[in-house]
T-cell receptor
Framework: SQQGEEDPQALSIQEGENATMNCSYK?????LQWYRQNSGRGLVHLIL?????REKHSGRLRVTLDTSKKSSSLLITASRAADTASYFC??????????FGKGTRLSVIA | GAVVSQHPSRVICKSGTSVKIECRSL??????MFWYRQFPKQSLMLMAT?????????EQGVEKDKFLINHASLTLSTLTVTSAHPEDSSFYIC????????????FGPGTRLTVT
């Protein structure tokens, strides 16, 4: 069953602005991962945050994790048109298969 | 991370025929691979877990006789869609797990199946 729920479902911003996407989940996890998917393409792994971590950075990406609220956020700073894609959070426990959220469709307008 | 390939990338077939999709782990011995399905503008839904040398574990609602999975080696898992129907048209994606404590999954590029 699907666990993650992304919010918002769709987001449209101007180039240069920051984009924030949120993800909530239901059960206990030991890691949460964010992926990007361009239309009709495969998944690109963006970042993994473990349950004992609260924040992680990778380039223009910043991910937070609040296990008490069972939520995570992905912030993309200084967005570019090339960031236009769908973004999914996925939760994992050990090496069990990831459970994906419904995704946020981000459109960055040049 | 592991490099995962899928073949074919796109396939169009007629109703009633069977289609085989291959998932290869090119640089990593994967005892476990996962198969997901993604309908347009929707998320990935896990179909089954493919275990090398044993039977696959299917998720609830996924027909094992329709979606045949074979994981005969540590680098190859195949998904065969038997007697395909138009409603089977979807994007099929496989992944391999890093194993140990890496927790990351590495995804193939996906296969777009269109059943006419």
């Amino acid at each position: 069953s699907q666990q993650g729920e992304e919010d918002p479902q769709a987001l449209s911003i101007q180039e240069g602005e920051n984009a924030t996407m949120n993800c909530s989940y239901k059960t206990s996890i030991n890691n949460l991962q964010w992926y990007r998917q361009n239309s009709g393409r495969g998944l690109v792994h963006l970042i993994l945050i473990r349950s004992n971590e609260r924040e992680k950075h990778s380039g223009r990406l910043r991910v937070t994790l609040d296990t008490s609220k069972k939520s995570s956020s992905l912030l993309i700073t200084a967005s570019r048109a090339a960031d236009t894609a769908s973004y999914f959070c996925a939760t994992g426990r050990g090496n069990t298969p990831l459970v994906f959220g419904k995704g946020t469709r981000l459109s960055v307008i040049a | 991370g592991a490099v995962v390939s899928q073949h074919p990338s796109r396939v169009i077939c007629k109703s009633g025929t069977s289609v085989k999709i291959e998932c290869r782990s090119l640089d990593f011995q994967a005892t476990t691979m996962f198969w997901y399905r993604q309908f347009p503008k929707q998320s990935l839904m896990l179909m089954a877990t493919s275990n090398e040398g044993s039977k696959a574990t299917y998720e609830q609602g996924v027909e094992k006789d329709k979606f045949l999975i074979n994981h005969a080696s540590l680098t190859l898992s195949t998904l065969t869609v038997t007697s395909a129907h138009p409603e089977d048209s979807s994007f099929y994606i496989c992944s391999v797990t890093g194993g140990g404590r890496s927790y990351e999954q590495y995804f193939g590029p996906g296969t777009r199946l269109t059943v006419t």
